[in-house]
């Protein structure tokens, strides 16, 4: 008896584990990795916008008038 109690904790407190490091670990890498381009709908404002830079850059090499997309 003693052994399927274990066992039920052992999995129920791996399951807490594994939902709080969803949530807490995403949100520590995302802080620190630059994931814009991975992440569009982050709760945070990305490091940069790498995308977007490209496109004025080439935009502006054909001396078009750049777009606001986004």
């Known amino acids: 008896m003693a052994s ?5 904790l052992k999995s129920a407190m ?5 939902r709080f490091m969803d949530k807490v670990g995403s949100k520590f890498v995302a802080g620190i990795a630059d994931t814009s381009s991975d992440a569009p709908d982050a709760y945070y404002v990305p ?6 830079e490209m496109v004025a850059e ?5 001396g078009a008038k750049p ?4």
Do not use: P
Request: charged fraction near 50%.
């Open 14 to 18: 791996k399951g807490v584990y594994t």
């Open 47 to 52: 490091k940069r916008d790498r995308y977007r």
């Open 58 to 62: 080439e935009q502006a090499a054909r």
């Open 4 to 8: 399927i109690g274990r066992k039920l």
């Open 67 to 70: 777009t606001e997309e986004g």
